[in-house]
């Protein structure tokens, strides 16, 4: 390392924790079975449901995004019935494949699955149309930010079509509550779920179950086939009496309620303004560097682009990590696309601000200019500053 | 604070201190008069001398940077002696104050007093001819960096002249070592100060003061006029036993050692390099924006500029701070000019890197085009990203 940079973690999750977060979860272990817990884990409660904005109940699991998706996946599928599984990128085929192996144990008949090219969104109409030729679907699932593609898809047309009929909708908001416009309850998901190591700013470690009332009643009528972790009722009792059914990350727990703290001090509309700033900037810029973007439909949550002729994965990523400290993600591969060593991104999630994205860039542009790519030296930096310097649209 | 802009303390010091030196602060305190704090202290004092080019001894003081040259001043002079003593802003102002106050007691027969005007430097010929016209100056006393003008001395031609004569040359670095080159030994500086809380990513309560064998000699010549803190044959006395005559501060000595163990990791030479494009950065980007600098000899450690028409020192300030949380600092009155509410000021010096300054310059500049200045939005940073952009200087 030639010079200072401060190490800046721009990978799609996990993503920088604020100091403040940090000096919490250093604080010693409290007991679970305290009235001091139970204080943080009510007020945590309430928080995650002004961020989810709805007044159901927002379920704390410890494990990643990934297992409270699960869980919620696999509690809600009324046996004898279909599902519809929407992929566009790496995480909804995951979905899809966890469908796959529970479609014996949950009594699935089939599991449709409606792909879309990788770097663009399913439509409301394509939805609709599957919906109405499969009136026995009880589950959809749909990634709202598809990180490996850095793609949104339009959560609200979807919702309006999914909630006229008996189908659960279950949002995969992983990398888009805190980062975007998700409104629970006006919209009408029926489950939404993230995880703590993307716009929560907490390290990797809880995952989070909002509940709609259609899937509470979907609850009470499915058997569970889990226990603990992926049986959902037990954390739902639990949760009305302002607790977990067993011993929780504790650390997790007081650290998350100090970042929803900060969330909410900044106010979420803002947090979804800074956010969709920093995408238009890291947009713009690699647009201005002459960079193809890899979405269609881009996500504010993560800005991802091609790699230009002659520049590896290996060089332009271990550049701005040795070089500068920045530390991004490269492609992954799926069945949609490989796009491992073709594409890298960068994110725009939780505790960034604009000298973060400007540090990043600059780095981008300097080690694309290392391998050779003809780069006015500061192109990057101009045109993201232009952005940055207007008001922001809140 | 409508959207996240993290802290960035932007004043030419106190400096924001890395959260590497903030949890070896946190830790438990520990007794002085044991083996572990000498070993910290032994590493201490030999990371000090790296940093201040010498294999002479550095005192490490329990005060500020001026505790820390206030003791060297009235230490080192010859009763019956005249000092020079050469200002050209707030700092050369208050060490000439200092020897105006302590006159009787050390027994000076002259303050001479060397003015230049505020963000002018001194040359090495006016100082020669001054000591020419004086052979019984024994202390000379020089401000590196002069914070409140921005402006920097040049040292090596000055230390040039002094060294030829009796006189030593006492030279304030408390804004420049750490910041630019100062090579105390190769350049024959005979007293170089500083403080923790500028260039050595501490915060203020520790400060330095290298001995060379010239003043080493004349601490035996002169009597003490001072006790403890203001008596630094105590301090010399102690650092040969690797040990401090009173209780020193602990934690900031613990953290001490661990900043000093950053800078040598990244390199002096590197930071050097660094604070160099922070600075030319800022002011290319300053110029940019139509703004005129403060000095005619800039030094990096810092970057001014005088507001323009229409902006006052509140509305851009607090703005800075409130819009952007990034805090800069205003102007200071003295002697030789009342620069109060017309110039700013932006740190370059320490834990600050590409990012920090950009993310400085955009709320600058977004706060100028507030107060009416009409700069096209993007502007500074544009200036800034074109130089980050070049290989640095090293």
Redesign the interface.
């Known amino acids: 390392?030639?010079?200072?940079?401060?190490i800046?973690l721009l990978t799609p999750g996990p993503t920088d924790v604020p100091?403040a977060v940090l000096l919490e979860m250093a604080q010693p272990i409290i007991h679970h079975r305290t009235q001091q817990f139970q204080d943080i884990f009510a007020e945590l409660s309430q928080r995650l449901q002004r961020v989810f904005r709805t007044s159901e109940p927002v379920l704390t699991l410890a494990g990643s995004g990934t297992t409270a998706f699960e869980a919620a996946q696999i509690n809600l599928v009324k046996p004898g019935s279909k599902v519809l599984t929407i992929a566009g990128g790496k995480f909804g085929e995951r979905w899809q494949d966890i469908y796959d192996t529970y479609a014996p144990t949950l009594g699935i008949t089939e599991n449709i699955k409606l792909n879309v090219p990788w770097g663009e969104a399913v439509s409301a109409q394509q939805v609709e149309e599957v919906l109405k030729a499969n009136p026995d679907i009880s589950v959809v699932v749909l990634v709202n930010s598809e990180t490996s593609t850095a793609t949104a898809s339009d959560v609200k047309a979807i919702a309006a079509v999914v909630s006229k009929t008996d189908a659960l909708l279950l949002v995969d908001g992983i990398t888009s509550v805190g980062t975007m416009p998700v409104e629970m309850d006006a919209w009408g998901i029926d489950v939404l779920v993230t995880g703590s190591q993307k716009a929560l700013m907490l390290p990797p470690g809880l995952g989070f179950v909002g509940l709609g009332k259609r899937a509470q009643q979907r609850l009470k009528e499915v058997k569970p086939t889990g226990y603990y972790n992926l049986d959902l009722r037990k954390w739902l009792k639990s949760w009305a009496n302002q607790d977990v059914p067993f011993t929780p990350p504790v650390s997790l727990i007081r650290g998350q309620r100090v970042a929803l703290e900060m969330i909410e001090?900044?106010?979420l509309e803002?947090?979804w303004?800074?956010s969709n700033?920093l995408a238009t900037a890291s947009r713009t810029a690699f647009t201005a560097m002459g960079l193809e973007l890899i979405s269609k439909s881009p996500s504010d949550s993560v800005t991802g682009a091609y790699y230009p002729e002659g520049v590896t994965d290996k060089a332009l990523r271990n550049g701005t990590r040795d070089n500068h400290n920045v530390h991004i993600a490269g492609g992954q591969d799926g069945r949609g696309a490989s796009w491992k060593g073709k594409i890298f991104r960068i994110s725009n999630m939780g505790?960034?601000?604009?000298?973060?994205t400007?540090?990043a860039l600059?780095a981008i542009?300097?080690e694309l200019?290392a391998c050779g790519c003809k780069i006015k030296?500061?192109?990057?930096?101009?045109a993201?500053?232009?952005?940055?310097?207007?008001p922001?649209a809140?």
């Open positions: 390392m030639p010079v200072l940079s401060k800046r100091p001090t900044e106010g803002n947090v303004a800074r700033a505790y960034v601000d604009a000298g973060d400007l540090a600059l542009e300097m200019i030296p500061g192109t990057a930096v101009a993201a500053g232009e952005i940055f310097a207007k922001l809140v």
